[in-house]
């Protein structure tokens, strides 16, 4: 397959609406031939074209503004934005694979129409940086002294930086998440490009000479305020923080590892992001929920504010070796499976390795060796895995790693 129209050089790849369709007639006397033609798009008026544009799939609209002024203007305009996210036909959360480990390029695939684009994504450095996407925004930080935090639109490429968070300048696990706070029904339409939204920084360091006790702070950074609070300092004994927490329903949820002296090794904790001023030492592990199984690369995610966890299913002998990939939900503090990997589907990665990557939002996740550019698709309602299209970029050297994440696209959403 063929590499799709770069998105930078030529945002947007497809379009279906032609608007330069003409009607003529003609009227023969002798041998003069009168033609006269006008194009169908003159008889619109602006709110039926602008009906029409927003059927297009959301990669076709900046491509469509290109066309001719007055569809630049309907398609720029704040009215046809917040319309779009209404009225037009849903869109499904993308996927990004990076497809190098020296930097950011990649693809972006929409289910939809299944097809890659080449795409570029903003403030981004490196493949290796935190990566956390929340209802269209998407966090980035980087992964060496993770301090640069910035909050795009990777659709529109409107982008912030973030003021640097409180505590350890330095930590040994740092985890990021990022939440936009959902407007009410009634002011929906009037809020949603200005919604407020949340990012949170847990930094997990160890005690010095203690190797069964780790420091642990949560940070949460609010839009509303453009500033930083502190709502945890806590000491965790036998356990410590990681790379993985996701904030769902308003509660932050951090994957923790054991290190020595529990049955359990992995295990969930949990605080409210709303509370404030810093919590008592201790409180963090009475929120302590075990994992289903020995899961190897857990996932957490936000599904329309379930708790979601997608990890690989260790062989009970070798729990670091996996036999397959498994989806559970939490209900209350119990964890309810939803779906195995049918075998066809985890042996038609090929070379699969023990780790893997996994991301998802709305009713959708996906799955991605770290080995190849093949990716899976697993639709929550309708319980249905599928391949996604052929990604179009092929394995250079064997050491080359591939990995991703999911977003949703949006137009009218700004950091």
Not at 131 to 137: E, K, P
Not at 375 to 402: E, G, I
């Amino acid at each position: 397959m063929e590499a799709e129209t770069s998105w930078t050089n030529y945002p947007y790849s497809y379009i279906t609406y032609v608007p330069e369709a003409e009607s003529s007639y003609s009227e023969q006397s002798d041998d003069e031939t009168k033609v006269e033609t006008f194009s169908m798009d003159s008889l619109l008026p602006d709110d039926l074209l602008e009906r029409i544009l927003s059927f297009l799939p959301i990669a076709s609209i900046f491509r469509a503004g290109t066309v001719c002024k007055r569809w630049n203007e309907i398609v720029s305009s704040r009215r046809f934005l917040w319309n779009f996210s209404n009225n037009s036909v849903p869109q499904r959360p993308w996927y990004f694979m990076f497809t190098s480990t020296d930097d950011p390029s990649g693809y972006a695939y929409d289910p939809i129409i299944r097809k890659w684009y080449s795409f570029d994504l903003p403030c981004i450095e490196t493949s290796n940086w935190f990566v956390a996407s929340s209802c269209g925004l998407v966090c980035f930080m980087d992964n060496d002294c993770r301090n640069k935090i910035y909050v795009s639109n990777p659709i529109t490429k409107q982008w912030r930086r973030l003021i640097e968070p409180p505590g350890h300048k330095s930590t040994d696990y740092t985890a990021m998440s990022t939440c936009v706070n959902r407007a009410g029904q009634a002011n929906r339409a009037v809020n949603r490009a200005n919604r407020s939204y949340s990012v949170s920084i847990v930094k997990s360091k160890q005690v010095p000479g203690n190797f069964f006790q780790w420091d642990l702070s949560i940070h949460l950074y609010s839009s509303e305020t453009m500033a930083w609070t502190t709502s945890v300092n806590d000491v965790l004994s036998g356990w410590r923080g990681g790379n993985e927490s996701v904030i769902c329903d308003g509660v932050l949820y951090l994957l923790i590892y054991s290190t020595g002296g529990s049955d359990h090794r992995h295990g969930l904790i949990a605080t409210n992001v709303s509370s404030t001023g810093s919590s008592s030492s201790g409180i963090l592990m009475r929120s302590f929920i075990p994992m289903p199984c020995s899961l190897t690369c857990g996932r957490l995610m936000n599904l329309r504010e379930r708790l979601v966890i997608v990890g690989g299913i260790g062989k009970h002998d070798r729990p670091e070796v996996i036999k397959g990939i498994g989806i559970w939900v939490l209900r209350g503090k119990e964890w309810v499976e939803m779906a195995k990997m049918p075998q066809r589907f985890f042996q038609g990665f090929g070379e699969f390795d023990d780790v893997f990557a996994s991301s998802g939002t709305d009713d959708l996740v996906y799955i991605q060796s770290y080995g190849s550019p093949a990716l899976v698709t697993f639709d929550m309602n309708l319980k249905y895995w599928k391949w996604s299209q052929k990604c179009p970029v092929t394995k250079k050297f064997p050491l080359q790693l591939f990995t991703g994440f999911c977003f949703e696209p949006r137009l009218e959403i700004a950091p």
